[in-house]
């Protein structure tokens, strides 16, 4: 699994230090995996042999509960062992993308993993065609099954979802197609869309770009930001129509396939991977709009401190603040973090310092090393961490994040079988956003000075407003542009940049002016051609705003049940594994106290800011 963090940039690339030249103590053991090239290339031909056998077992697997147990067993074996080689040339890719070696074993791994697919593509939809009792039948008979049971029986949900296979074979063939909508938004938007030029804090000319547009949104001169946003939305605007039929097509594909599959909608089409009711959906933008007089506040106070006569959209993502300028060297970010998760217990924080002594994580930019920060592994390796570590605040809060992953990572790896090891998605950034706040909770109590304080709640308020109420925001759009396919009305650029005007209005409250370019955000939102993701952002830093509560409360037990959740893995779905921390996500409670730590937060920054 690989989780992305923070991107950075690898700028002053003739300062940086060649791979070789970088110290070992700074660089993760990747060769924990393999030690040579010849080690590696043992398991590349057992998968290529493993895959080879899988692809002739077509005929006869679902003849026996024998059979159908051998092609699992392999099946299993092959996956497990390609995922410890893509770790590994992946990982090498990364730390030196210049490196033509590795560039050529990376290839070569995806070229696998593309035949690993392509041999093993008959084993669902004919464990679908074959009938219920039959597979059910086998899983009981073979005890050597019961690791496979979740996974098999997780299949199974589909068969009233799944169509004949000559039907799939075509819905199959043009999936392609179908999905085309999101690349074509891709290639016009990063590629064919022009943004002009704007002048910068210093006057000089500067062309605007989707990359420096955030940038420029942030900027201390008001004639900046005013001027990045409204030339950048315009451009979209100029294509509205264009980019209205690609959204459209997205939709469109997304409906036809959910009726065709007897789905009710759209969206419960796309909550039905995790298990998750539509109810859920709902609740979470029922609860946001009940709590957006918090937010109305958060932006008063926005208003009040920058000064400012009239608070419009592009003053929504300039500091109030001043940014903690102090430096942190990596061992004094890692006493950080350290200290600020001592609060998950002994063993949390015993195996948490594994990760630094045990080469988990490879520190700093080096020349053609990948940018970002992200947490990788597989079963068999290590929970990597890839950094850029410059030493900024950010640096610390990347560290914590990206711990969070590998953390959750390895306990499930150790208390799982590989089978039911992997933990789904819906569930992948609660622990990485536990450990977030829990550094923000600790730099609050720790700061300094007042400024320090400020900057580390405004950071959380920050937060907060990006992934809940924004998110949240999306969430609602996205279920009206799918609700107003699947009855079969067309999608325009008016009534769809209306609606998402209109929900400006709503989330940001009468004391802000909604400038009329807005509208046009409903274009360009990347997530939209993706549907119904973005709904796990709010959902994710809500659960994770319930755990850290209760740790910082030292609920009874809490600790003991937080830490079984993470070594939960896969074994059921994403509801009742939340169960384990006394969650129940079909009611509200979790979003209702998701809001009030943003309102205490919020009570605490304009309380300091008055002193």
């Not at 074959?130 to 979740?150: C, F, M, N, T, W």
Request: hydrophobic letters at 35%.
């Amino acid at each position: 699994m690989l989780y992305l963090g923070l991107l950075l940039v690898n700028n002053n690339m003739d300062k940086l230090l060649k791979r070789e030249d970088v110290k070992t103590s700074d660089k993760w053991d990747i060769e924990s995996i393999y030690k040579s090239l010849d080690d590696y290339n043992k398991d590349y031909n057992k998968v290529k042999n493993n895959i080879d056998k899988l692809s002739k077992m077509q005929d006869k697997f679902l003849n026996s509960s024998t059979s159908f147990k051998e092609l699992l067993l392999i099946d299993s074996k092959t996956a497990r062992l390609l995922e410890k080689l893509y770790t590994y040339a992946a990982r090498k890719y990364d730390e030196d993308t210049g490196n033509t070696t590795y560039q050529e074993l990376y290839g070569k791994i995806n070229n696998l993993y593309q035949a690993y697919s392509e041999a093993t593509a008959f084993v669902v939809p004919m464990i679908l065609e074959q009938d219920k009792s039959v597979i059910i039948g086998y899983l009981d008979k073979e005890k050597d099954l019961a690791d496979y049971r979740h996974q098999i029986l997780d299949i199974l949900r589909y068969k009233e979802h799944t169509l004949s296979k000559e039907e799939e074979h075509i819905i199959t063939a043009f999936s392609k197609v179908l999905d085309s909508s999101s690349d074509i938004a891709d290639f016009l938007m990063d590629t064919d869309m022009k943004f002009g030029t704007i002048k910068d804090e210093n006057d000089k000319i500067i062309e605007l770009t989707s990359s420096n547009y955030s940038t420029f949104l942030s900027s201390k001169n008001r004639r900046v930001r005013k001027d990045a946003f409204i030339n950048y939305h315009k451009v979209f605007g100029n294509f509205k129509n264009t980019l209205t039929a690609t959204l459209a097509s997205t939709c469109e594909a997304l409906s036809v396939s959910s009726k065709l599959k007897n789905y009710n909608s759209s969206l419960e089409a796309s909550l039905f991977n995790d298990f998750i009711p539509v109810s859920l959906y709902n609740n979470l933008i029922n609860v946001v709009h009940d709590n957006l007089p918090s937010l109305y506040k958060y932006f008063d106070i926005k208003k009040k401190i920058l000064g400012l006569d009239e608070f419009h959209l592009y003053d929504g993502y300039v500091s109030t603040v001043q940014s903690i300028d102090k430096k942190y060297s990596f061992l004094e970010g890692e006493n950080i973090v350290k200290e600020a998760l001592k609060v998950l217990g002994d063993e949390y924080s015993r195996e948490l310092a594994k990760a630094f002594k045990d080469g988990y994580i490879d520190k700093y930019p080096n020349l053609n090393k990948r940018s970002g920060a992200y947490s990788s592994g597989s079963y068999d390796t290590k929970p990597f961490v890839l950094l850029n570590y410059v030493g900024e605040y950010n640096d610390v809060s990347t560290l914590a994040h990206e711990l969070g992953h590998s953390m959750h990572t390895y306990f499930s790896n150790q208390y799982n079988s590989y089978e039911n090891s992997g933990y789904p998605i819906f569930l992948a950034e609660i622990a990485s956003t536990v450990n977030e706040l829990l550094l923000s909770y600790y730099m609050e109590d720790n700061a300094k000075t007042k400024e320090e304080k400020l900057a580390i709640l405004n950071e959380r308020l920050d937060l907060f407003k990006a992934s809940v109420f924004r998110q949240t925001m999306f969430a609602e759009f996205e279920k009206y542009i799918h609700e107003l396919t699947d009855k079969g009305e067309i999608l325009t650029s008016d009534n769809i940049c209306k609606y998402y005007y209109d929900l400006n209005k709503l989330y940001f409250g009468s004391n802000v002016v909604v400038d009329e370019e807005i509208k046009y955000e409903a274009l360009r939102v990347p997530h939209f051609y993706t549907p119904f993701y973005v709904y796990k952002y709010a959902t994710g830093l809500s659960i994770a705003s319930y755990i850290v509560n209760n740790i910082l409360s030292n609920t009874p037990h809490f600790k003991d049940k937080y830490l079984e959740f993470l070594k939960s893995g896969g074994r059921d779905y994403p509801l009742e594994v939340l169960k384990i921390i006394d969650i129940d996500l079909t009611d509200t409670k979790v979003f209702v106290e998701a809001m009030e730590m943003f309102k205490e937060s919020l009570d605490k920054f304009i309380s300091l800011n008055e002193e």
